[in-house]
Every structure is written in structure tokens, then in C-alpha cells.
């Protein structure tokens, strides 16, 4: 999860044809105040570089900057860049691009993130056929896979192969890809209790993964334990420091804020940051000038977390901005995620994170159907958005009817979007209880921070306000006395944490400078230098905590998004053969066996493929009803076997939740969500 601020955004460069991203149908925007079309209607200079190819600051990067290939998907990435933005792979240095001619551009109506991972994959896929009952099949995927993965560019091939080939034994290493240890160290596991039961609730008719599974921590660590996998869960034994946690102090909470593209997300924590004092006046000033200057007036407050100047440009979140403010209960991690459908994968990294989320909806005429109805089957990013957060582990949700000011405050708007959306949240999986319903307007900050002072809102509403709200979300418990569990969403360095340093949330165990950590997949092991939590230096982190970590003794190729900084004795698996329990969603291609697909697993991205549809399974009782089916259609639960192509670091659901939870998606479009119910075979 790249964050801003610290990187250029990893498409900055790459929008020459974004012209046309905002469908106009999809939005009234007579009903905004000050809305988008007046915006680009008074600017002509952004006007004119969107119809015209390359914005000025697209044009400048493009003429100036160095990029470097991926060798796995072939996305050309920012030169400081450490790992891949789209697939997560360390950087090699043979992959390199000094002649931008030959870089491929990302653009909106042309391949997704996804379809990035894919395209490697699917090249992979036909140099290397991949053995599903073997368990050493990575171990085919050696050299020669990684000379062809991505079809690599053929001017850096042979540059690629020659310095791949000197430096292959340190990268095999590296990537756990040695045969003889992986034949060691993979076994099969035995079926876990898990199998048989049911995981919708009474309430979940249709998402829900998580009934009857006990509480959202490590249970028993069923995976046998070889010497060179550590030891055995139960006989972790957290030492004092660990433990130590001041009770007075508040608690860190991560909420992500979702929403349909444009439904105003940004702009409502840009306004609560301001109103909380997060945001100078002085700051402020500086983004209504330069807002107004680019004819995007109306998206100054949004500008406190869109940072990137092509979302600037654009008027649109492209990667999830991360910024902190307190409640009377928490200290947040705001999580601002994209709305737009190509950039659902850089959402799903935020949820991920995530112990709550606020959806925001559009109560403006016609952009709230937008959101929720959309194009075709599958809606809008409304529904995408709720049921990704909910299958990604989720269970509390404010929704915020945001622009409540277009519609005049309207009890009736609020009341008719309430009613059609709440069936809906509840066939995701969310209970009633757990779900609160505000209504706000971000742009005249009504209901945010305090109760509102429009009388046409007064009149009718006497709730809290989305502060309030927040407040009355129950706090995760953390697991601190669990093993080290660092999910790493980001690799970069940065003057105070060295020239290698991760950040991430720290999922359970604790962490102090000075220890040492295990780096999976890379098996390596590393000094922590520094920590740093909101940019201010710690001296210990514990779970829950959100963390950069400055690492020693290791370089950056051990370091990859989607890796897990790890007790040394007790790694997590790299799986290679997973078990899943999966909920189609409103697909209309049918799954089969041999499907391709994008396996997101919290930060990781890996192409897998479908190697086995096991069983159909009845959508309330769980129980098999048919062995063996040939395909799965829409909104139908199955078990299934997927091999992911690298191998990822996961747990299975019943150890550990949040690096149970797996979201496959295919072509753009999220085509089932699931939890791993065993890990078959492992590196
Ligand atoms: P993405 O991150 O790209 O999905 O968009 P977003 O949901 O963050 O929306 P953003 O904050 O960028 O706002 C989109 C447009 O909606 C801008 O033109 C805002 O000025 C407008 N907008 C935001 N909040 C309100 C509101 O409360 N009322 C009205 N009328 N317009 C709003
Ligand atoms: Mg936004």
C-alpha cells in the first residue's frame, strides 16, 4: 500500500487517456453545489492535457523519470520504488527502464492493477505448467519462469537472463524456491475442524464467512512444526515487555472510509481533519488557493489527503491516504480509500487493514443508485466496496450519508437510502446493531464534529453526530500475547529508519528495537534499527500498533509487500496449495477448474489458478450438496483448491483470521471471497 507523500503515486506518470474515466451519467451533478463539471468547466489548461494525452506534470515525469520493470507483471515502477506497486515482487536491479518509449502506460479503460498481475500470470501460465498435486511445484518456477514471467520487456531480456543467472542461487534463496528444502519442508496438513461448518450466520444469508468460529485470534496452530518451520504455537510463551500496555492511554483504532467513487470520502475527513485541528488554517488556505487556481475548487478539502498531483489533477483518490486524528475514545488511522473501480485492489490493501469502516453514500438524486444499482449485475462500488470490507474482516460500519445538503436535508432521502441499503448490508453479513446510520454534508460540515445547526436537519434528526459515532465502535482485541505478526504493506527508506524499512500493522505479538525478526518469504533475518509510529520515534510496538520499522543486516530484496516480519522460531507459512471456502458474488463468467484469477490475501497479490472445484456447499446449512461440480455461478458457496503461482505468507482462518481472509478476483471485478480453510501444502 503505497502512501502518499512518501513515493510519487505509482500511475502519476501514466493517464494520457484518462479522458473519458468519469462516466457523466453516472452523476446529477446539478445537484452538487459546486460541483465537478463547473470545476473542469471553469479550467481549461487540465481540460485541455486530459483530451490532449499527458497532463503538463504527466509530461514532465515522463521526460525526467527513471523507472524500473517488474519482472513478474512487467509494470514499470517509479524509480524509488523498492517492490513492485502492483504484484509486490522485490526489485531487481536488471529490471530497469531507461527508455520510457518502452513503457507500457497505465490508463483508467485499460488494464487494472488487476489485470497487470494477471497479464505475468497468464504468460507464466503457458511457459510453466504447474504440477497442483506435487508439492514442490515452486520449484519448477525457478530461473527459467522467472526469465519468462511477465514477458519481460525483450530489450532488458537478455540483461535480465545474464544478471539473473549470476545472481541465481542468492535469488532462490530469497524467494524460498530451493528444491531440497521445499521438499523437506512441505507436508500435508490434516482437514481441520472447520471443515463442515458453517460460516454464514442466521442474519448472513449470503456473505457472511465467519459463524462459529471462535474469536478473532490464534486458536491451535494446526500446522506440524519442522525444525526449519519453528516451533510449535503453544509453546510461545510472550516475555514481560511484551505485555506491558498502559490502560489510560488511548487506543489505536484503523478505519478505513469507503464509498462509491465521488461519494465525497475524502472530502469529509478532509473537513474533519480541519475542523479537529489536523489541518492549519495556514494549509488550508494554500489548498482552496491552488484547488481554485486548477479550476477544482470544490475539492480543497479533499486535497488534504489526495496528495498526488494526478489525483489532484483528476479529482480522484488513486492509492489510500493515511492520516491520524484522536476521538474521546481512540487514536484513528484514517484510512481514506479509492472509490474508483480500477483502483478496488489499493482499496482492498486499506480494508485490510481495518477494525472498522465508514461507507459513505452519495444522498444526491441519482448518485446514491449510481453507487449502489451500477452498470450490469454486480452494482456499483457501494455494494463492491461493503462486501469487500465485510469478507475482509470487518464487522462495524458507520454509514455516512454524505451531501444530505443537495437533497435539503431531506428526512424522506434519508429514510428511502436507509431502506434500500440496509436488507443489503445485512445480507453481507452486518447486524443490525452494528451498523449507524448519519446523516452529513461534508462541504457545509454539518453533523461531523459536533451536532448539526441546519434547522431543515434539526428538525428531523436528533442522533449523534459521525465523531460520536465513532466513538461507539467496540476496540479488536489485540493479540499481544501471540507471536510476531508485522503484515508489511509498504518497503522504502526514509533518512531516520535507514535505507531498509517496512511499515505495516503490527496483527499480534510486539516488537522493540534491538530484536531480531524473521523476514518471510526471503527467511531471512534482521536487526530492528528504529521505530516509528506517526512519524514520531518508539522505542516498542505492540498489536494493533501501526508501524515503520527500520530494518539492519538484510538488503531490500528480502523485502516484499505482503511479506510478514516474524518471531524467528515461529515463521508463518508460505503457502502453496490452499483449501478455500468461497462466496461466489454476482460473477457472470462461471469459475472453473483451471480458472485464472488475482488472489489477494491482506497486502499479497499473487496469480493463481483454480485446481479444483472440491464442493458445491449449501448456501445456509453449509453442508455438501454435490462433490466434484464442473463450474460456479453466481452467489454460490463452494470449497476449492487454488494454487497460488509465488506461494503467500496466510494462516489458516481458525488460527489466525486476518491472514485467513482471501478476496479472488478476476479481469478487473472481484469474483469470490472466501477463508482458507487449510493450508495443503507449504514451502
Ligand atoms: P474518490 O476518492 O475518487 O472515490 O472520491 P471521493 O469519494 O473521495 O469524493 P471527493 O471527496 O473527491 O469529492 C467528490 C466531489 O463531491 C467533489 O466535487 C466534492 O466537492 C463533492 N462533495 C463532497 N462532499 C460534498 C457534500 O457534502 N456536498 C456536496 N454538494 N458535494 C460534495
Ligand atoms: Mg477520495
Not at 459536533?450 to 434528526?461: A, N, V
Not at 490475501?601 to 479444483?612: G, L
Request: net charge neutral.
Amino acid at each position: 500500500m503505497p502512501r502518499k507523500g512518501r513515493h510519487k503515486l505509482y500511475d502519476e506518470d501514466d493517464y494520457d487517456y484518462y479522458d473519458d474515466y468519469k462516466d457523466d451519467d453516472e452523476f446529477d451533478y446539478a445537484e452538487h453545489g459546486q460541483s465537478r463539471k463547473e470545476d473542469d468547466a471553469t479550467s481549461s489548461a487540465p481540460q485541455q492535457n486530459f483530451l490532449g494525452g499527458a497532463s503538463k506534470a504527466g509530461e514532465t515525469a515522463l521526460g525526467e523519470a527513471n523507472l524500473w520493470r517488474c519482472s513478474i507483471c512487467t509494470y514499470d515502477n517509479p524509480e524509488d520504488y523498492l517492490a513492485c506497486d502492483i504484484c509486490g515482487v522485490i526489485r531487481h536491479p536488471s529490471t530497469r527502464v531507461d527508455q520510457l518509449s518502452t513503457a507500457v502506460p497505465f490508463k483508467f479503460d485499460g488494464p487494472s492493477p488487476d489485470d497487470k498481475v494477471l497479464a505475468g500470470k497468464q504468460r507464466n501460465a503457458r511457459s510453466v505448467p504447474v504440477e497442483v498435486s506435487s508439492p514442490s511445484i515452486l520449484s519448477k518456477t525457478s530461473l527459467s519462469t522467472m526469465e519468462t514471467k511477465g514477458g519481460v520487456n525483450t530489450s532488458h531480456s537478455s540483461k535480465l537472463k545474464a544478471t539473473l543467472e549470476s545472481k541465481a542461487p542468492a535469488r532462490s534463496r530469497k524467494l524460498g524456491y530451493d528444491k531440497e528444502k521445499k521438499i523437506e519442508s512441505c507436508h500435508v496438513i490434516k482437514p481441520s475442524q472447520y471443515e463442515g461448518e458453517s460460516y454464514l450466520d442466521d442474519g448472513m444469508k449470503h456473505m457472511s464467512l465467519d459463524n462459529n468460529l471462535q474469536d478473532n485470534g490464534i486458536i491451535n496452530h494446526k500446522i506440524e512444526q519442522s525444525s526449519n518451520k519453528g516451533l510449535p504455537l503453544d509453546n510461545y510463551k510472550p516475555e514481560q515487555w511484551m505485555l506491558e500496555d498502559n490502560e489510560n492511554e488511548k487506543k489505536l483504532f484503523h478505519l478505513v472510509i469507503v464509498g462509491h467513487v465521488d461519494a465525497g470520502k475524502s472530502t469529509l475527513m478532509g473537513r474533519i481533519l480541519h475542523l479537529l485541528g489536523r489541518i492549519s488554517q495556514k494549509e488550508m488556505h494554500k489548498h482552496r488557493k491552488e484547488a481554485n487556481e486548477m479550476g477544482k475548487g470544490s475539492f480543497a478539502y479533499a486535497w488534504a489527503l489526495d496528495e498526488g498531483s494526478e489525483e489532484r489533477a483528476r479529482g480522484v483518490t488513486m492509492t489510500v491516504a493515511m492520516k491520524h486524528f484522536e476521538t474521546k475514545k481512540f487514536k484513528v488511522v484514517l484510512l481514506d480509500a479509492p472509490g474508483h473501480k480500477d483502483f478496488i485492489p489499493n482499496m482492498i490493501s486499506g480494508a485490510a487493514q481495518a477494525d472498522a469502516a465508514v461507507l459513505v453514500v452519495d444522498a444526491s438524486t441519482g448518485a446514491f443508485e449510481a453507487g449502489f444499482e451500477g452498470q450490469g449485475q454486480v452494482g456499483g462500488q457501494t455494494r463492491e466496496h461493503a462486501q469487500l470490507v465485510k469478507s475482509l474482516g470487518v464487522n462495524q460500519l458507520v454509514v455516512a450519508v454524505n451531501k444530505m445538503d443537495a437533497v435539503n436535508y431531506s428526512k424522506s432521502r434519508f429514510n428511502q437510502i436507509k431502506g434500500s441499503l440496509a436488507p443489503f448490508l445485512k445480507q453481507c453479513g452486518f447486524k443490525d446493531t452494528a451498523i449507524l446510520w448519519v446523516p452529513v454534508s461534508g462541504i457545509e460540515a454539518q453533523n461531523l464534529v459536533t451536532g448539526p445547526s441546519e434547522t431543515q436537519l434539526t428538525s428531523w434528526y436528533t442522533g449523534i453526530n459521525l465523531l460520536d459515532a465513532i466513538d461507539t465502535l467496540e476496540p479488536p482485541v489485540r493479540l499481544t500475547s501471540k507471536p510476531l505478526r508485522l503484515i508489511v504493506a509498504e518497503v522504502f527508506s526514509k533518512i531516520t529508519l535507514g535505507p531498509t524499512a517496512v511499515s505495516g500493522k503490527l496483527e499480534s505479538g510486539a516488537v522493540k528495537v534491538g530484536t531480531k525478526v524473521l523476514l518471510m518469504p526471503s527467511r531471512e533475518i534482521a536487526r530492528v534499527k528504529s521505530l516509528e509510529q506517526d512519524g514520531e520515534s518508539v522505542s516498542v510496538g505492540r498489536a494493533g500498533d501501526h508501524l515503520d520499522v527500520g530494518l539492519q543486516g538484510v538488503d531490500a530484496g528480502a523485502l516484499m509487500v505482503g511479506g510478514v516480519l516474524c518471531h524467528p522460531d515461529y515463521p508463518v507459512p508460505i503457502a502453496t496449495l490452499l483449501e478455500l471456502k468461497v462466496l461466489t458474488l454476482g460473477i457472470t463468467v462461471p469459475l472453473l477448474r483451471g480458472t485464472q484469477v488475482v488472489l489477494h490475501a491482506h497486502h499479497a497479490k499473487d496469480p493463481a489458478r483454480i485446481a479444483e472445484l472440491v464442493s458445491l456447499l449449501d448456501l445456509k446449512t453449509g453442508a455438501v450438496i454435490r462433490q466434484s461440480p464442473r463450474c460456479l455461478t453466481a452467489n454460490q458457496r463452494a470449497v476449492i483448491q487454488v494454487v497460488p503461482e509465488r506461494g503467500v505468507c496466510v494462516e489458516e482462518y481458525t488460527n489466525f483470521r486476518s491472514l485467513g481472509r482471501i478476496i479472488l478476483r478476476d479481469g478487473g471485478k472481484t469474483v469470490a471471497v472466501g477463508v482458507i480453510s487449510r493450508i495443503i501444502s507449504q514451502q
